[in-house]
């Protein structure tokens, strides 16, 4: 099914000039991490098995937690003790869960997992075990689990790597990419290898002059990866668009179909420091910025730090009134405060000055349907869903939404048409519950 047109695209400001060419900070104040809340249900609702108790003592990979929809483990990101659980919020869940509560010591002790480190020379389900127990995950954002991609896949030739981020504000990704250069081809080649493709290529955007010199420096030694260079258009980094871009093909569900796995830079960083350092993630570089903090920064902190900490020691917000959004401005709803822990799939935290805007009547202009990168009729699915039509929001494809913001982005009467567009997801999964209850 083609689904790919080229007309659902715009550049969009990037704003990335706040933070791409500062460098990192690696916060270790003890007033921001002494405390750090690892949630114990994966990042899709999945229920985890937990291994630790109250009182015990962790190092630095300590294995906490398996998820058991996948199997995957979460480790410890500080060495200290379990304290305790606590309910609290959760970005990408959408509502409070129990997190693990570990008071940081400090000492930084680490333990190895010899399982997890393997040579490029392993065989090909060597590589895809220890990409599962070193509980690798997606970092662009959904933290579907990297290992299940490659299990028993054949027929991939390519594998692509994603470094478009091509959210707003967001430079995680250009930094990581730049800095960990090297430990990025390394975890390139164990993927190759995992799914017994020949290539890889990297995507990056064009115009990252820096980045690109960086990588073409490195890829000297690395004849099966090439660099192509992607219009900076939203939403390029999305699978399908980027896809299109590089290969000129489409594909029914998944990239495997046309011989392609996707797989984000930061990922591939994370296979390397796992197979090679024995290192699972247990920290995130994540990007703080917006219009609304004092310093925008990339900074590196334990995976289960609290945001406002983060931005408290980044000089807090500069405005009275502030949407605090757990990713970048396209795609992320506004949370209700500050009191979320980041997650491995947190790339960033974006602090914006509430707007308020007047709604207008629909001009029937049809930009959203032009915009729309999944060819589908943002405008017609908002008309279906206030009239709570589901055999018409069927018709209109809407579950084919990848919730990307940008018909509500392009509205020029400022409707939130995306969040209609969500709606009618939703309605149309509510429905298919209940009639499965019936049968
Ligand atoms: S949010 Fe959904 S409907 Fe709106 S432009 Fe993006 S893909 Fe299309
Ligand atoms: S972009 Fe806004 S005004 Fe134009 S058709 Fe879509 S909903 Fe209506």
Partial sequence: MGVISSRGRKHIDGQKHLTASNEIINITNKDVIGKIYIPIVGPNGADMEVLVNDGDQVK???????????GIPEYSPVSGKVIGKEN???CSIGRPVQHLVIENDFKDEKTKNPSMIVPLEASRQEIIDAIKEAGIVGLGGAGFPTYVKYNGVEGIETILINGIECEPYLTTDYRIMKDKCELMLLGIQYLIKAANAQTAVIAIKKGKKELKEKIEEVLAKYPNVSLREVSDVYPMGWERTLIHEVFKKDYDRLPAEIGVIVNNAQTAISVADALINGNPITHRCITVSGDAIARPANVIVPVGTVAGLIIKELGGYTKEDVNVLAGGPMTSKGLMNDTFAI????????????????????????????????SIQPVNIMNAVKAKDNKRLEELETNRCIECGLCSFVCPSKIEVTDFVKKGKLQLKIAAMKKNIKK
């Fill in 60 to 70: 630095v990979g300590t294995k906490l937690a398996i998820r058991k929809d996948f």
């Fill in 343 to 374: 997650t491995y799939c947190t790339g960033g935290i974006t602090v914006m000055e509430r707007r308020y805007y007047k709604t207008e009547p629909c001009l029937r202009c049809g930009s959203c349907i032009k915009h729309c990168p999944a």
């Fill in 88 to 90: 609290r919020y959760h």
